[in-house]
């Protein structure tokens, strides 16, 4: 069965710094995968998504995501945080490229110490 | 800020009594999604509808929940006799066909006493 697993359910950096945030999914062919934010109160907004091509994809806010099928991972990372990246990040993988239905991990609290 | 409007953001109800959402997808959105998020992040896929036409749907918990999607009027997520455990936060989503990438709503957070 496809799943997505995100190993840290809490993460703490200092502002400045920069960030990885872990993702690996199970699922035999080719993903699709999504990088989502929930800030406290809202709904889901996406960072960034990986169909094809160059494994490397761009985001908002400076994020990106390295997808890699060796290692099944799609790590999403930011070269220097702000305070204001203090949210949950979900990481979601589809089998289809109109997203369709999406799997999610089980998110990734991110909290920015100043 | 999201184009995908949910109505209400809260509603508090006791068990066995009826939760009704609402959402309003974005313009030119014909596809739509209604997913539960519970309080440990986890996510439930609910149903998909295009146009008004469900696509997939979950085996819809007793038939205790229903959705529709009429035209020109919002998209409905109901819950017929609310139990303790279906209080969750309920997000829509909506897609163009074509790129099928999702917006979300801000949620209706449901809690039943």
């Known amino acids: 069965a496809q799943s997505v697993t995100q190993p840290d359910a809490r993460v703490t950096v200092s502002e400045g710094a920069s960030l990885q945030l872990r993702c690996k999914y199970s699922?035999?062919?080719?993903?699709?995968l999504f990088w989502y934010v929930q800030y406290p109160r809202q709904g889901l907004q996406l960072l960034l998504k990986?169909?094809?091509?160059?494994?490397v994809v761009q985001g908002v806010n400076s994020f990106e995501a390295e997808f890699s099928k060796s290692n099944s991972s799609f790590h999403l990372q930011k070269a220097s945080v702000h305070w204001s990246d203090s949210a949950v990040y979900f990481c979601a993988l589809s089998m289809h490229y109109n997203q369709g239905k999406l799997i999610f991990g089980q998110g990734t609290k991110l909290s920015i110490k100043p | 800020n999201s184009k995908v409007i949910q109505t209400p953001r809260y509603l508090v109800k006791g068990q066995g009594q009826k939760a009704k959402m609402r959402c309003i997808p974005e313009k030119g959105h014909p596809v739509v999604f209604w997913y539960q998020q519970n309080k440990n992040n986890e996510f439930k896929f609910l149903i998909n509808f295009q146009n008004q036409e469900v696509l997939q749907q979950i085996d819809m918990t007793e038939k205790r929940f229903s959705a529709e999607c009429p035209s020109n009027s919002p998209c409905s997520l109901e819950i017929q006799s609310s139990e303790a455990g279906d209080s969750a936060l309920y997000l829509c989503?909506?897609?163009?066909?074509?790129?099928?990438?999702?917006?979300f709503g801000e949620g209706s957070k449901l809690t039943v006493l």
């Open positions: 699922y035999s062919a080719t993903p699709y």
């Open positions: 990986y169909y094809s091509g160059d494994p």
């Open positions: 989503a909506s897609s163009r066909e074509d790129t099928g990438q999702l917006y």
